[in-house]
């Protein structure tokens, strides 16, 4: 039973994210995992109205990541986990890219920067501890 009362289905997650409708790549077991990660982290008291949208951006960018993950397994390859950004640079013969995401990383994001969800994701929660708020 969710701890919180507004937590999606992942039905309604795919619905809200079509994105990620191809049940081959995006599992549901996956899905799932991480709206109950979403659950477990996230207070839908504390962030009120945007709540179901965070914890399906929280969910977006693990699914994200692991459907890349079982994707490039897949292809034979290992675990992609680029974030983005322009391309600067490509080889062929053993492939290699590299890519200037100097205007979309937030230095403070870390593991956030991996997928557009992520960073999105990590703007709003930071915005819960900004202003009259305190810390002890």
Same mark, same amino acid.
């Given at each position: 039973m969710?701890?919180?009362? $507004?937590?999606?289905?992942s039905d309604?997650?795919?619905t809200d994210f079509p994105e990620f409708t191809n049940k081959t790549r995006y599992t549901d077991p996956s899905i799932?995992?991480?709206l109950g990660m979403a659950d477990t982290l996230l207070n839908q008291d504390r962030m009120g109205d945007q709540f179901v949208y965070l914890a399906e951006l929280f969910t977006?960018?693990?699914?994200?990541?692991?459907? $890349?993950a079982l994707a490039v397994s897949a292809a034979g390859g290992g675990?992609?986990?680029?974030g983005g950004g322009v391309l600067t640079s490509k080889s062929v013969d053993k492939v290699s890219a590299g890519y200037d995401v100097s205007?979309?990383?937030n230095p403070d994001a870390g593991f956030w920067?991996?997928?557009a969800y992520g960073r999105e994701f990590y703007w709003?929660?930071?915005m819960y501890g900004a202003g009259g708020r305190q810390l002890l």
């Open positions: 969710p701890k919180n009362s $507004r937590l999606p289905s309604q997650f795919r799932n995992f991480y977006a960018h693990y699914t994200e990541l692991r459907g $890349r675990v992609n986990s680029a205007g979309i990383i920067n991996n997928t709003w929660w930071s």
